[in-house]
């Protein structure tokens, strides 16, 4: 959708990108992490999928969305990720965490919560 928009704009001289998000620490995430036995485990299995081994902030949404609409003035149809390196395959991936092997996340639900 943002190419095709960034096309059919560009005539009027429109910029037309898109950001897409990973994972960013937001009360939401929190919420999610607190329906498990263990909320600790699961925001650290969480963190692993990035390269970065971290969530991201909503700063650095922020930040991505200031350089596209102020410094990538010669960007159209370009999608942003923002996902610490999530993108580059799936699984596990960062070297920073303290033990890189993956956690059986369904022995973590508290079935006792909705």
């Known amino acids: 959708m943002t190419k095709a ?17 990973g994972n960013i620490w937001t009360p939401y995430w929190e919420k999610i992490a ?11 299995e969480a963190e692993s999928y990035q390269l970065m081994g971290r969530f991201g902030t909503p700063e650095e949404v ?3 969305i200031l350089f596209l609409a102020a410094d990538a003035t010669f960007c ?3 999608n942003l990720l923002l996902t610490g390196g999530a993108e580059v ?5 960062s070297p ?8 059986d ?3 973590l639900k508290d079935s006792s919560r909705n």
């Open 5 to 21: 928009l960034a096309i059919d704009e560009s005539k009027y001289r429109v910029r037309v990108n898109s950001i897409s998000p």
């Open 34 to 44: 607190n329906g498990y036995k263990n909320p600790e485990a699961v925001v650290q």
């Open 62 to 64: 922020a930040l991505g």
């Open 76 to 78: 159209t149809g370009l």
């Open 89 to 93: 395959g799936f699984g596990i991936k």
């Open 96 to 103: 920073m965490g303290p033990d890189s092997s993956p956690i």
């Open 105 to 107: 996340l369904g022995n």
